[in-house]
């Protein structure tokens, strides 16, 4: 019901930057949030920004200060702005949304395919 299409991955050598781009296919504004998660190879998926429809946002730990999550909703499109790239950033970066704050299961979660971070010197 909900199409997520990353795009911007690729890439760059230390402290360069890359922008990612989540392309819905519904508007983002009935969606209660948007974020970007993170799958380095051999490590478990891990969240690395949300932002509500709200406009709250949460960061990992590791990416703050270096990371911003945006959404332009004209575009129906949420961004992660990614400076001062690390090895350690290195991950396929998935796009996901969360229809609804207190409703789990098929339907209400739905996740992008995926875009190659590689950050190598």
């Known amino acids: 019901q909900v199409q997520l299409v990353e795009s911007g991955g690729g890439l760059v050598q230390p402290g360069e930057s890359l922008r990612l781009s989540c392309a819905a296919s519904?508007?983002?504004?009935?969606?209660?949030?948007m974020s970007w998660y993170r799958q380095p190879p051999g490590k478990q998926r891990e969240l690395v920004a949300l932002?509500?429809?709200?406009?709250?946002?949460n960061y990992a730990n590791s990416v703050k200060g270096r990371f911003t999550i945006s959404r332009d909703n004209a575009k129906n499109t949420v961004y992660l702005q990614m400076n001062r790239l690390k090895p350690e950033d290195t991950a396929v970066y998935y796009c996901?949304?969360?229809?609804?704050?207190?409703?789990?299961?098929?339907?209400?979660?739905?996740w992008g395919q995926g875009t190659q971070v590689t950050v190598s010197s």
């Open positions: 932002i509500t429809n709200g406009g709250s946002t």
């Open positions: 519904v508007s983002i504004s009935s969606i209660y949030a």
């Open positions: 996901k949304a969360d229809r609804e704050r207190f409703v789990v299961g098929p339907g209400y979660q739905y």
